[in-house]
């Protein structure tokens, strides 16, 4: 799988890295909104993971870019922030699932494998 990581805690976006890469996958880094919408908008991403506060375009607005460039890709969105409304709205535009940090990046592997089948 190709998967796109947009997340600007270098920490996190090195730990799901080192993770998904040790899986198999090929992975992609942004460390913004904006350089995430570029490569989604350019490359045949499989699955992005995305952090909801993010320099120059948040998760949402990443979501909302996916959606009106066409495309299904699923969205897992990652929030320090568990408010109600930002899980609504980020399932509103079709999230395929929601993490509250910190998470353990095991689950993040189960909750992409689930993706996958």
Do not use: C, W, Y
């Not at 299904?72 to 980020?90: F, H, N, R, W, Y």
Request: proline share 3%; net charge negative; charged share 30%.
């Amino acid at each position: 799988m190709l998967i796109l990581i947009a997340e600007d805690d270098e920490l996190i976006l090195r730990t799901i890295e080192h993770k998904l890469v040790k899986e198999g996958h090929t992975v992609i880094l942004t460390r913004n909104g904006k350089e995430a919408i570029e490569k989604i908008q350019e490359l045949d991403i499989d699955l992005v993971v995305t952090d909801i506060m993010m320099p120059f375009a948040s998760g949402i607005e990443i979501l909302s870019a996916i959606r009106s460039f066409g495309k299904k890709t699923p969205v897992i969105v990652l929030s320090s922030m568990g408010q109600e409304e930002v899980v609504i709205d980020a399932f509103d535009l079709g999230a395929a699932d929601f993490m509250v940090k910190p998470f353990s990046p095991n689950e993040l592997l189960l909750r992409i494998k689930r993706l996958k089948s």
